[in-house]
């Protein structure tokens, strides 16, 4: 199994920027793709970002050209900056990885709050 665990969210003014990360423990040779995924309240969870092993990269086409996802395979560690902050950006974030054998293991989910 794998283990996901976020961390870097928080409050923010409009215009700003954060920047997300997420640690993955246990089976984590089996892990092909990492991303990171949001739900705003009362709304469906939606993709922001994939990363694959490789570094090929998918992103959200309205969050195109303000968050970057990056991952660092020696650390087993996926990144999402995020910047030029928008109140609609406000969501908990969640961190998602694909397993060989396992299937998608999902973070416990972090909040970020843009907000003046």
């Known amino acids: 199994q794998v283990q996901l665990a976020e961390s870097g969210g928080g409050l923010v003014q409009p215009g700003g920027s954060l920047r997300l990360s997420c640690a993955a423990s246990?089976?984590?040779?089996?892990?092909?793709?990492m991303g990171w995924h949001r739900q705003a309240p009362g709304k469906q969870r939606e993709l922001v970002a994939t990363?694959?092993?490789?570094?090929?990269?998918n992103y959200a086409d309205s969050l195109k050209g303000r968050f970057t996802i990056s991952r660092d395979n020696a650390k087993n560690t996926v990144y999402l900056q995020m910047n030029s902050l928008k109140p609609e950006d406000t969501a908990v974030y969640f961190c998602?990885?694909?397993?060989?054998?396992?299937?998608?293991?999902w973070g416990q989910g972090t909040q970020v709050t843009v907000s003046s």
């Open positions: 990363i694959t092993r490789g570094g090929s990269t």
């Open positions: 246990g089976n984590v040779f089996s892990i092909y793709t």
């Open positions: 998602n990885a694909d397993s060989h054998g396992t299937g998608r293991s």
